[in-house]
């Protein structure tokens, strides 16, 4: 099941790396569920990136729990693949009119970010749980950290 996740959900100029991760983390069932795993390579540099919904959690969580999930997901990513950074996003949707354009041009987003972090292999563990905890590079938006996270 994990193999078949992380290939179908699995994209970027790099899309067997993403796989790779894909498989390392679909494997276990996150609170915060990965929606996609995304992996790009410009030159010698690999990026990948982790979506997250930032709804339909799999149980309630606290911050610090998001923040430890967070912090896991990155170390399974480097563990899995030789990536240099590992970018998480999550986002939730946006209510959209059925007669909205969503497509194209005059499209209208269809969801909005919550929570962002980018992460250099080189950063440890117990830096990343700092950064989470202060603030410090990440974006947390504040009416989704009040209605979502316990």
Same mark, same amino acid.
């Given at each position: 099941m994990a193999s078949s996740d992380a290939y179908a959900r699995a994209s970027g100029n790099a899309k067997p790396i993403a796989v790779r991760i894909g498989r390392a983390l679909f494997r276990t069932q996150w609170p915060a569920q990965v929606l996609n795993v995304y992996a790009d390579a410009f030159g010698n540099f690999r990026i990948a990136g982790l979506h997250l919904s930032g709804v339909r959690f799999h149980r309630p969580l606290t911050r610090a729990q998001f923040e430890s999930e967070i912090a896991d997901l990155v170390a399974r990513a480097f563990g899995a693949a030789p990536v240099d950074e590992v970018d998480v996003w999550a986002s939730v949707p946006l209510r959209v009119g059925k007669d909205l354009v969503v497509s194209g041009d005059l499209a209208r987003p269809t969801s909005r970010t919550v929570f962002t972090v980018?992460? &250099?292999?080189?950063?440890?563990?117990?830096?990343?749980?700092? &950064?989470? &905890?202060?603030?410090?590079g990440v974006f947390w938006d504040q009416d989704w950290t009040r209605s979502a996270l316990k």
């Open positions: 980018s992460v &250099r292999r080189n950063e440890s563990a117990d830096a990343l749980r700092s &950064r989470l &905890r202060q603030g410090t």
